[in-house]
C-alpha cells in the first residue's frame, strides 16, 4: 500500500503546521518533513502513526495517505 506523498503537504496545511512544527511533534528535523513531501523518502510506520493520530484529531481520515487503499471494495 504506497504512501502518497504528495497528500502529506496538503494534509499539513489542513491541520494548520509549518513543515517545522510538525517536525517538532514528529521529533525529526524539518527537512526530514521536506523530503517526505518530495517522495524522496518515504515516513516510517511509527511516523505514518502519529500523522494518522493527528489527522484523527483533525476529523481527517487516516487513509488519507493511501488514496489506492481506498478503491479496495470492503465486505
Not at 39 to 54: F, I, Q, Y
Request: net charge positive; aromatic share 12%.
Amino acid at each position: 500500500m504506497p504512501f502518497d506523498y504528495t497528500r502529506l503537504k496538503v494534509f499539513r496545511r489542513q491541520v494548520h503546521l509549518t513543515q517545522v512544527e510538525l517536525a517538532g511533534r514528529l521529533q525529526v528535523p524539518q527537512s526530514t518533513i521536506a523530503r517526505w513531501e518530495s517522495g524522496a523518502v518515504t515516513p516510517t510506520a511509527r511516523h505514518l502513526g502519529t500523522l494518522c493520530d493527528l489527522g484523527r484529531v483533525a476529523d481527517i481520515d487516516p487513509g488519507f495517505f493511501f488514496p489506492s487503499f481506498n478503491h479496495f471494495p470492503r465486505r
